[in-house]
């Protein structure tokens, strides 16, 4: 049973470039999250999506940052115009269900995005 | 106020010892509870949840979670040089729909 998936693990963006990261959630899950943890800090939530819907962007950057999750295919996680500040680790977790409170989210190996 | 708070450490421990890991948080009507281990360069690991106040135990580690205190914290007896991580608090909010909140994380050193 394979893991969250995603690709690729190192991507290298100049500034002003587009960066596209992609998740495929565990077998069985519908439910995506993505965050973003700086060199040295915790992880921070960006946006939580099921297929075809995004349930909770709260902490998605309102300018310049887009996801989706469409019915085939791996959730996407869109960046335009990169600026250097982008640059860290993003991760994208999946899980089972969304109502119940005994969900758990399980890690993807993550993205690591350096803009130069 | 942050929703989850540890204490980033360093946290330095002698191998065989109880490594104490805590976090609080301020949502009083979170119900989930979640550790994970992340090491260095690597994506977050689950390794316990807790939902009821109260010990969970697996293997050696123990979660404590006390509600009333809004408190969690990770045990981990016999600690051994491989522990050597970062531990992250993460709570599943109970009012924010599916969002789980992560404290920064306690960096934990297990010294041979």
């Known amino acids: 049973n394979a893991g969250v998936m995603q690709n690729p693990r190192h991507l290298v963006r100049r500034r002003g470039q587009e960066a596209r990261l992609r998740c495929s959630p565990m077998k069985g899950h519908s439910h995506v999250y993505w965050y973003r943890q700086l060199p040295e800090e915790g992880l921070k939530f960006m946006v939580y999506?099921?297929?075809?819907?995004?349930?909770?962007e709260s902490g998605m950057p309102k300018e310049r940052f887009s996801a989706e999750f469409p019915k085939e295919g791996p959730s996407i996680l869109r960046i335009q115009q990169v600026v250097r500040g982008d640059s860290a680790a993003y991760f994208c977790a999946s899980s089972p269900s969304g109502p119940s409170s005994t969900d758990t989210q399980y890690f993807g190996p993550g993205t690591r995005l350096t803009v130069l | 106020q942050k929703e989850v708070e540890q204490n980033s450490g360093p946290l330095s421990v002698p191998e065989g010892a109880i490594a104490s890991l805590n976090c609080t948080y301020s949502d009083r009507g979170s119900q989930s509870f979640f550790w994970y281990r992340q090491y260095s360069g690597k994506s977050p690991e689950l390794i316990m949840s807790?939902?009821?106040?109260g010990d969970k135990e697996d293997g050696r580690f123990t979660a404590q979670l006390n509600k009333a205190s809004q408190y969690v914290s990770l045990l981990i007896r016999d600690s051994q040089p491989s522990d050597s991580a970062t531990y992250l608090c993460?709570?599943?909010?109970?009012?924010?729909?599916?969002?789980?909140?992560f404290g920064t994380g306690t960096s934990l050193t297990v010294i041979p």
């Open positions: 993460a709570v599943k909010g109970a009012h924010t729909g599916n969002q789980f909140y």
């Open positions: 807790i939902y009821s106040n």
């Open positions: 999506l099921q297929k075809e819907n995004i349930i909770d």
